[in-house]
Structures are given as structure tokens and as C-alpha cells.
């Protein structure tokens, strides 16, 4: 029992670590409420210059790029979400997105302030 149980925790620490080693990089949180989602990424370093964010009809692309690090993360999106009301916010090395909820809308750029 207690061999099963360790090649067990050995498997999933070799299926997942890829996964892991990405979530250390840029850990985030996403959390949802009644009137949206909330999206905060760890991004020390990286400053509202050095990153950019755009969504369209089925994507939210955050993409940060400084001279010695780079980073790329993409959420599913569906038409829920107000495109044109998303709001973006770095300080502090955390980058803090809120996606008000709504029928449909165009794909545009986010400005981070």
C-alpha cells in the first residue's frame, strides 16, 4: 500500500510539474461574482509599458516582454463578458483585470492603467 501510494505521488508530480513550473512563473488567480471576473497575475518586473492585453470574441491575451523576461498567458473568453468595459491595473508587480459581464461585444485592445 504505502508503494502504490508513493509511485502514485510520483506520478502526478512528474504529470504535472511542466504545469507548476508555468503557475511559479506567473501564478494567478481567477475568481468570479455576480457582476464579472476578476483575473490578478503575479508579474514582478513587468510595468503597464511592458505589457499588453487583448481579447477578442473568443481570447484574453496578456502578454509582458522586458529586456530579461518575457510571458504570454491566454484565457477562454465567451461574449458574457463587456470587452468594451475591462479594466486593467498594474502595481505592485500585480496585474489585476475586471471583466463586467454582458451579452456581446466588438474585440479591442485594453489599455493598462
Given at each position: 500500500?504505502?508503494?502504490?501510494?508513493?509511485?502514485?505521488?510520483?506520478?502526478?508530480?512528474?504529470?504535472?510539474?511542466?504545469?507548476?513550473?508555468?503557475?511559479?512563473?506567473?501564478?494567478?488567480?481567477?475568481?468570479?461574482?455576480?457582476?464579472?471576473?476578476?483575473?490578478?497575475?503575479?508579474?514582478?518586473?513587468?510595468n503597464k509599458k511592458s505589457i499588453d492585453i487583448s481579447v477578442d470574441s473568443e481570447t484574453l491575451t496578456?502578454?509582458?516582454?522586458?529586456?530579461?523576461?518575457?510571458?504570454?498567458?491566454?484565457?477562454?473568453?465567451?461574449?458574457?463578458?463587456d470587452f468594451d468595459s475591462i479594466d486593467a491595473k498594474v502595481s505592485d508587480g500585480l496585474l489585476t483585470?475586471?471583466?463586467?459581464?454582458?451579452?456581446?461585444?466588438?474585440?479591442?485592445?485594453?489599455?493598462?492603467?
Amino acid at each position: 500500500m504505502i508503494l502504490t501510494t508513493n509511485l502514485l505521488d510520483n506520478f502526478f508530480d512528474d504529470t504535472f510539474a511542466i504545469r507548476r513550473m508555468n503557475e511559479m512563473k506567473n501564478p494567478n488567480e481567477v475568481t468570479h461574482d455576480d457582476d464579472g471576473a476578476t483575473i490578478k497575475l503575479k508579474v514582478p518586473g513587468f510595468n503597464k509599458k511592458s505589457i499588453d492585453i487583448s481579447v477578442d470574441s473568443e481570447t484574453l491575451t496578456i502578454e509582458g516582454k522586458t529586456d530579461d523576461d518575457s510571458f504570454v498567458k491566454k484565457y477562454s473568453i465567451d461574449t458574457k463578458y463587456d470587452f468594451d468595459s475591462i479594466d486593467a491595473k498594474v502595481s505592485d508587480g500585480l496585474l489585476t483585470l475586471s471583466l463586467p459581464y454582458k451579452a456581446e461585444v466588438k474585440p479591442r485592445k485594453i489599455k493598462v492603467n
